[in-house]
């Protein structure tokens, strides 16, 4: 019973882990875009480094209880959380992207140029496919990592999967079952996630 408790956060997780990684996924990509092609570089450096060089916790508290002091809007728990950790998984999804288009031959660019692409074609159709496929194992990294961080969002009283164990554990007084019981559900998700990552990395391999 305590098992099952605990494991109905999952959906929750798996919700902000899921709304995180999107936002994050179009946002890493426009980041990285923009840098490569000298747009507003300077900026796009400078917001990345101020996310990167924070904590989590901190730009989630800033988002939910600052933020709204400074926009006049009542953010709740589920925009607050997966705002926060889409633009913390976006810096870092930003980098992750930069090193594949570093990888890639330049010229590349110059033939897509030279045989009349347009730029929209020559990013959907040929830049990105080769950068995501190269990258791809530090893509999962990345999910797990962001899968993992969403335990956060239990301080602002969302009943996911840690929210969940430290409820039972105020309730029996006992910390450590309830721990360890959110310990094993988080460990097989993740495990989970770096299987079907593997899967889809040896079937991209192979086609």
């Known amino acids: 019973d305590d098992f099952l408790f605990v494991a109905k956060?999952?959906?929750?997780?798996?919700t902000y882990s899921f709304l995180a990684i999107f936002l994050g996924g179009i946002m890493g990509i426009?980041?990285?875009?923009?840098?490569?092609?000298?747009?507003?570089?300077?900026?796009?450096?400078?917001?990345?480094?101020?996310?990167?060089?924070?904590?989590?916790?901190?730009?989630?508290s800033f988002v939910y209880f600052a933020a709204p002091a400074l926009i006049g809007i009542k953010l709740s728990v589920l925009v607050a959380g997966v705002l926060t950790l889409g633009i913390n998984s976006a810096a870092y999804l930003a980098e992750i992207l930069r090193s594949g288009l570093q990888s890639l031959p330049k010229g590349q660019f110059e033939v897509c140029q030279a045989l009349g692409i347009s730029k929209w074609h020559t990013w959907k159709d040929i830049i990105l496919p080769q950068v995501l496929r190269n990258v791809f194992p530090s893509l999962i990294n990345e999910i797990v990592a962001l899968t993992k961080e969403t335990a956060l969002v239990s301080v602002l009283g969302e009943m996911d999967i840690m929210r969940r164990a430290q409820t039972l554990a105020a309730e029996t007084y006992n910390y450590?079952?309830?721990?360890?019981?959110?310990g094993i559900i988080y460990y097989l998700l993740i495990k989970t996630i770096e299987f079907i990552g593997k899967k889809l990395e040896q079937r991209w391999h192979h086609a």
């Open 9 to 14: 956060g999952l959906p929750t997780t798996l």
């Open 30 to 60: 426009f980041l990285a875009v923009s840098r490569q092609l000298k747009h507003g570089v300077l900026a796009i450096t400078g917001v990345i480094s101020v996310i990167r060089g924070t904590p989590v916790l901190l730009q989630l």
């Open 176 to 182: 450590f079952e309830p721990m360890c019981l959110a």
